[in-house]
Nanobody, 115 residues
């Protein structure tokens, strides 16, 4: 049974930083793709960054502000978020996609940026 648990969300002022963590159990990162997705109120969930075998892909609005990293030995992926903006607010989800294309999701962590 694969489980993903996110943590690190919270309320910060615009310009501040947060660091999200996602710990996976029941699966390993190696060979799979990890991603962070965001869902703002009233909007669809969108992918903001993915990492696979050290290769990263960022959505344009977070480039230069967000940094994804991983500790495969701990089955943990991080999302360092700097220069936060109110429009970054939403629920952040961690996703693991296996090589067979199956997706697993965490429960999400709330991020709120005040102006």
């Amino acid at each position: 049974q694969v489980q993903l648990v996110e943590s690190g969300g919270g309320l910060v002022q615009a310009g501040g930083s947060l660091r999200l963590s996602c710990v996976a159990s029941g699966a390993v990162f190696a060979g799979n793709t990890m991603g962070w997705h965001r869902q703002a109120p009233g909007k669809e969930r969108e992918m903001i960054v993915s990492i696979s075998n050290g290769n990263t892909n960022y959505e344009d609005s977070v480039k230069g502000r967000f940094t994804v990293s991983a500790e495969p030995a701990k089955n943990t992926v991080f999302l360092q978020m700097d220069s936060l903006r109110p429009e970054d607010s939403g629920v952040y989800y961690c996703r693991l996609r296996t090589r067979s294309g199956r997706d697993y999701w965490g429960q999400g962590t709330q991020v709120t940026i005040s102006a």
